[in-house]
Structures are given as C-alpha cells and as structure tokens.
C-alpha cells in the first residue's frame, strides 16, 4: 500500500535552513506529484508548494516563493522541502502528500490530496 | 492565514448525527470542488470526501459531503467514538492561485 515516511523532528534557530524528507513506496513515484503543506500551533493547514517528481517541475505558493525549494531524487523515490531563513512562526508540522490529478468540476485540471505523511515537527527558536 | 471558515467545534451523542459546515468565496468554494479530511490525534490527514461528495475507498458510508454555492458541509451520521477527530475542508482558489484549506472543525463525541 502507499506509504509516505517523512523524517524526523528539527530544532533550529531563527535564520536556519532546514531540509525535511518524504520517502514514497507502494506506487509508482514518477507517476504523481508531491505536495507540501504546513501546520502552525493551532493554525489550519496551509499549502506550501508541489513538486513533479518526473522532472522536478515546481510550483510554489505565494506565501513561500524565494524561500522555499523542492526537489526529488527518483532513484530514492524521495522527495525533499528546504526552508530557508527560519523565524518563529516557521515553527509547524510540515506534511507532505501525494496528489490525485482529477477534472475538477470548474473543468480545470486539480489535484486532490490522497495519502499524506506522519509529518515533521520542526521548532524555531533562539 | 485559512481562506476558508469552519466551526471550531462540534459535539453530538453516540448514533447522532452532525454536520460541519465550510465557507468561502466565489474565488474558491463558489468555482471548485471541496475535499474533506480527518485528523486524529498526531496523525496526518486522511481523506474522507473527494469532489464534493465521492468517499475513497474504504471510508464508511456514514460520511457524506455537499456543496451548494460558496458553502460545503460533511456529515456524519451514525457518531461513533472513534469519530473524535479534527476535520479541515480544502478547494482550490483562483485568487490566490493556490490550494486553501478551512480552519478546522473539532468533533467531540459525548
């Protein structure tokens, strides 16, 4: 069955980078995209960013763009979430999930969010 | 920081039923379809409703969803225990060109 395992807890401090994995198994890795999105302390989800794991194609969020990176490493069918310039409020559970690509009923081309990882805490703090 | 509104909580008996309600906007809810999930204690999110109303495989018939206008709802029929659980909502929004999710809605089974 489809399994995303992403790593484990970060501690870092304000201006850090960090680098959060999300391995994929049970399906074929190239044949779905990657999403990113992020939990703050009792805040709702919000979406990061995507990633096309055939050809590292991304597409980020406004909220995120210039500071955030995905890439993908096919052979590891891993996919990776760099964010840079930490401050506090970076402090969240990061998920990654796997995307469905479906016609939405507007007739646009979606994607809806299938199976998701256990997610990563990562703290922000001086 | 969430485009879309939820009820922060819901409560209801075992065997009841509940609804929860999302609310957005012309940009998102008003033109896309609304997906559905459920988050249990430190856990990732599992799907619940596709497009609006389509249960994955897997997910009981006890849950149903809807979509009329800007607004969606989940329902759960049925309450049981193991329901507790937070669930979001999640469209697309043209605005923003970009995935948005509700603020969250958390179930308490009495």
């Known amino acids: 069955q489809v399994h995303l395992v992403q790593s484990g807890e970060e501690v870092k401090k304000p201006g850090d980078s960090v680098k959060v994995s999300c391995k994929a198994s049970?399906?074929?890795?190239?044949?779905?995209?990657i999403f990113w999105v992020r939990q703050a302390p009792g805040q709702g989800l919000e979406w990061m960013g995507v990633?096309?794991?055939?050809?590292?194609?991304?597409n980020y969020a406004q909220n995120f763009q210039g500071r955030v990176t995905l890439t993908g490493d096919t052979s590891k069918t891993t996919v990776y979430m760099e964010l840079s310039s930490l401050t506090s409020e970076d402090s969240a559970i990061y998920y990654c999930?796997?995307?469905?690509?479906?016609?939405?009923?507007?007739?646009?081309?979606?994607?809806?969010?299938?199976?998701w990882g256990q997610g990563s805490l990562v703290s922000v703090s001086s | 920081q969430s485009v879309l509104t939820q009820p922060p909580s819901v409560s209801g008996a075992p065997g009841q039923r509940v609804t929860i309600s999302c609310t957005g906007s012309?940009?998102?809810?008003?033109?896309?379809?609304v997906h559905w999930f459920q988050q249990l204690q430190r856990t990732g999110p599992k799907l619940l409703i596709y497009?609006?109303?389509n249960r994955p495989s897997g997910v009981p018939d006890r849950f149903s969803g809807s979509k009329s206008g800007t607004s969606a709802s989940l329902a759960i029929t049925g309450l049981q225990a193991d329901d507790e659980a937070e669930y979001f909502c999640q469209s697309y929004d043209s605005g923003l060109s970009g995935y948005v999710f509700g603020t969250g809605t958390k179930v308490t089974v009495l």
């Open positions: 990633i096309n794991p055939i050809n590292g194609r991304t």
């Open positions: 999930a796997r995307g469905i690509y479906y016609y939405d009923s507007s007739g646009d081309n979606l994607y809806y969010f299938d199976f």
């Open positions: 012309s940009s998102n809810i008003g033109a896309y379809d």
């Open positions: 049970g399906y074929l890795f190239i044949s779905y995209y």
């Open positions: 497009a609006n109303a």
